[in-house]
C-alpha cells in the first residue's frame, strides 16, 4: 500500500481518496476506521433537549428494548440510533461486551473474573459492566491481554 500526503492552500477541507484495483476487506477496515475517527462528538437526547456529546465523555452505550443509551458521568442520553449503529460510528473506542453494550476502552479501571467464565468490568466512575464469554476473546484481543497465549 502507497500513501502520498499533498500539502496544498487550495484544499479548504481534508479531502481522503483512495485508488485501488478492487475492493477488498484491508479497503474497507480503512474506510470504516477512516469513518470512525472523523467523529469527536454524537447526538444524544435527554428529555427535550439535544446535547452534543464528546466521544470521550462517553463511558458505555447500552440498549434496553428497542432504545439506546449513553452512559456519561452525568446523566444517561438517550440516541436515535440502532446499538450497530452506535458501535460502526464509535469502533475506534468502544468495544462490545455482551449483546446490548459497548464500553469505551480508555474508561476501563479494572476487570475481576466472575462466576461461569464471566468478566466484570469496573469503569472509573466505579460502574460496572458484564462481559459475556462469546465476546471475551474480541475484549482482551482489544485490550492486549493474553497475546500469545491460548486466552
Do not use: C, P, W
Not at 110 to 127: A, F, P, W
Amino acid at each position: 500500500m502507497q500513501i502520498k500526503l499533498i500539502i496544498d492552500e487550495k484544499y479548504v477541507e481534508t479531502e481522503v481518496l483512495i485508488h485501488a484495483n478492487e475492493y477488498s476487506g484491508q479497503i474497507e477496515q480503512l474506510m470504516k476506521y477512516l469513518k470512525a475517527t472523523s467523529t469527536d462528538v454524537i447526538d444524544g437526547y435527554l428529555q427535550k433537549e439535544i446535547f452534543m456529546l464528546k466521544i470521550v465523555d462517553i463511558y458505555f452505550v447500552f440498549s434496553e428494548g428497542a432504545k439506546v443509551y449513553f452512559q456519561t458521568e452525568e446523566n444517561e442520553y438517550e440516541s436515535k440510533r440502532k446499538l450497530y449503529e452506535v458501535e460502526e460510528l464509535l469502533e475506534k473506542d468502544f468495544v462490545r461486551v455482551n449483546k446490548s453494550t459497548l464500553v469505551n476502552v480508555t474508561k476501563i479501571s479494572s476487570m475481576k473474573v466472575e462466576r461461569m467464565g464471566m468478566m466484570q468490568l469496573v469503569m472509573n466512575n466505579e460502574t460496572t459492566v458484564l462481559v459475556s464469554r462469546s465476546y471475551l476473546k474480541g475484549l482482551k484481543k482489544r485490550l492486549g491481554i493474553g497475546i500469545g497465549r491460548d486466552t
